[in-house]
Nanobody
Framework: QVQLVESGGGLVQAGGSLRLSCAAS????????MAWYRQAPGKQRELFAA???????NYADSVKGRFTISRDNGKNTAYLQMISLKPEDTAVYYC???????????????WGQGTQVTVSS
């Protein structure tokens, strides 16, 4: 089995910064793409940042220039550095990973449990 655990969420004032981490553990052979999603109250979960295994990144326009996704393949961990936070960034943030498990021939998709980010005005 594979587990993703997010950490680093919390309450911050508008204009502040937070850094989220997503650590993957378990029977992992390889982690392909990793991504961050968020879900605000009453809204659908949205993809806003993704990174491939070789470090290529993509961002939604709403976070471009403010958020940076990165990863440490040796630690099976992804990070999300968030600056210039806005109240509209308030949401539960979820990590997602496409994983090749040991001894498996197919990839599987996994989610973390989510971490709350609240930005006060």
């Amino acid at each position: 089995q594979v587990q993703l655990v997010e950490s680093g969420g919390g309450l911050v004032q508008a204009g502040g910064s937070l850094r989220l981490s997503c650590a993957a553990s378990g029977s992992i052979s390889r982690i392909n793409a990793m991504a961050w999603y968020r879900q605000a109250p009453g809204k659908q979960r949205e993809l806003f940042a993704a990174i491939t295994s070789d470090g290529s990144t993509n961002y939604a326009d709403s976070v471009k220039g403010r958020f940076t996704i990165s990863r440490d393949n040796g630690k099976n961990t992804a990070y999300l550095q968030m600056i210039s936070l806005k109240p509209e960034d308030t949401a539960v943030y979820y990590c997602n990973a496409d994983v090749r498990r040991l001894y498996w021939s197919n990839n599987s998709n996994y989610w973390g449990q989510g971490t709350q980010v609240t930005v006060s005005s």
